[in-house]
């Protein structure tokens, strides 16, 4: 395998021929690049082949699912992804378009050991991605995309006899069967479906109706061209947009998906966003009736309710804060036998009884109607206001360059422990300890807190804060958090702000 090299020219002889890959899109638990300014359609091909190389490396069998988001370019990506795994003696499943959990899905549903989807997630367009795995539910974490890289930057893919090609039917339809099975909704709900233009489109609005939901259309036609907003409900122009429609509308809540389906935006009966860390309290809650004395994960961006909510306390649940990202949540909750996993970006993780483990916002929208109809006297916004009471910011990005963030967290992490070891006050109150399982989050004596940690996946920071006490008290330790990250001149902006 020829080594890839990390620039070419567009419009190029060499462009068309030589594999091309930027060695940044490698990133901790998945691949992002722009296209094509990043990476080719050779480079994916390399890929491709590193990716069957490391199967045959770890003894996996040459058996791989595969699919590809709803973007105009993922298709001619997904094929020159599926030349490189048959290269490597690969035997690929194609599923077609899909969501990422239904790619994940037909892990189970087709006995396969590996999956490979092609997409940029909640990214714009203009970029593309893989998101890949070995051992379901899990996909690949810092370990197995650090052993990718290498293989394919070093140019080390082995090509391999056996590779082969079969296109399968049939995967959306037992996807869709696996998550609603015969329930049928006993209350009227009526709930506004947001898809953002985006893959979900072609799926949201059909599981809703089977389990005998009102469903309020919000941009479900299919457009690659993301007329409306680029699908990502984690951002508060899709948030507010669903919440205008709840308004209009009428209706008793809007669910809302990212561009491949794995994460879940919530707006209740009042219009009021639920960021998804708090979602996750109202679904602990409810589980923890069902299943008492379960052990709920919760990465480092969220709330600290799962520790100190009472009721969850009156359960027995015991609450694990780890680290963000998908991969690490998946591997985290599968290792520690928990029933579920909440992160703030919007991504659940629902094992058995319940789900499989892996990230599927179609699978938390089922449980959420569940949910509606276990609880046929309260409202959306009931639940949220039984809920201890706590300010949150947004989750903030300001820019850090993708070669240097983890150098600049590093810097920053030791500067808010010394502010510790010195005693010093935050927000004008003591810091009780600093967590550094992913980046540093500062957690007060009051039990408020601030994070600051590295983005996986996109070239930034990324900036949290919560208070137990009052939205003044909130600004302030953002207030605090920023004026320690703006002592690194290369920060840039925030992508937006309290």
Known sequence: MTKP???????????????????????????????????????????????????????IEPVIAVGNDYRDYSLAIKNALILGLMQAGIQVKDIGPALSPMAYFAQFHLDVPAVAMVTASHNPNGWTGVKMGFERPLTHGPDEMSELRDIVLNGEGVPHEGGSYEFVEGVKEAYIDDLVGDFKMSRPLKVVCATGNGTASTFAPEIFERMGVEVVPSHNRLDYTFPNYNPNPEAMEMLHDMADTVKSSGADLALGFDGDGDRCGVVDDEGEEIFADKVGVIMARDLAKLYPNATFVADVKSTGL????????????????????????????????????????????????????????????????????????????????????????????????????????KRLVDKLVAKADAREAFAGRAIKEVVTVNGARVILDNGSWGLVRASSNTPNLVVVCESSDSEDEMRAIFADIDAVIRTEPDVGDYDQTI
Not at 327 to 341: C, F, N, Q, T, Y
Not at 362 to 374: F, G, P, T, Y
Request: charged fraction near 30%.
């Open 5 to 59: 090299i990390p620039e070419v020219t567009p419009n190029t002889w060499s462009f068309l021929r030589d594999p091309m890959i930027k060695p940044t899109g490698f990133r901790e638990y998945d691949a992002r690049w722009k296209y094509p300014e990043e990476i080719n359609l050779p480079g994916m091909t390399a890929l491709g082949l590193g990716l069957g190389t490391q199967m045959h490396k770890r003894g």
């Open 306 to 409: 799962f520790a100190s909510d009472p009721e969850l306390q009156a359960h027995g649940v015991k609450a694990d804060y780890w680290k963000t990202g998908h991969s690490h949540m998946k591997r985290r909750v599968k290792e520690i036998d928990a029933l579920a996993g909440f992160e703030k970006s919007g991504h659940y993780f629902l094992a058995e009884p319940i789900g499989r483990g892996y990230d599927c916002g179609m699978r938390v929208a089922v449980e959420i109607c569940k949910l509606m109809d276990r609880n046929p006297d309260k409202s959306m916004s009931d639940l949220r206001k039984a809920l201890p009471k706590t300010w949150s910011t947004p989750t903030m990005s300001p820019y850090a360059a993708d070669t240097e963030k983890y150098d600049i967290l």
